[in-house]
């Protein structure tokens, strides 16, 4: 989520809506970060960053025009949600490269 658009899109696969994806899988990871921080596996700052970045997800819902791939590059909100990736990665002390695709693991798509 802390990559650039063109980084995003080019992780996922071609079928995919790239901006509806990037939501979804913040969806499915977020569901566990209370079980997370009761176990102090994250810590109380990283839960409020996640916090923040799902009202912004849920904000973003109530309007159409914010999924597509034109939105991801230009509207503040996305900038936004990569700004928050980058703290929640500063706050877990996890070195990335700006520059380099990320490889998704954790995700099986079908077409």
Do not use: G
Not at 30 to 55: G, H, T
Not at 94 to 103: K, L, R, S
């Amino acid at each position: 989520m802390a990559c650039s658009p063109e980084l995003q899109k080019k992780a996922l696969p071609d079928f995919v809506d790239v901006a509806d994806e990037l939501a979804l899988m913040f969806d499915d990871l977020y569901a566990l970060s209370p079980q997370l921080y009761r176990a102090k596996l994250l810590p109380k700052e990283v839960l409020n960053y996640l916090d923040e970045l799902d009202e912004l997800f849920d904000k973003m819902s109530a309007e159409s025009s914010f999924w597509n791939f034109d939105s991801m590059r230009h509207d503040k909100e996305w900038t936004k949600t990569r700004l928050l990736a980058k703290q929640i990665l500063a706050c877990l002390e996890i070195e990335w490269n700006p520059n380099i695709v990320p490889v998704i693991t954790s995700t099986q798509w079908i077409k």
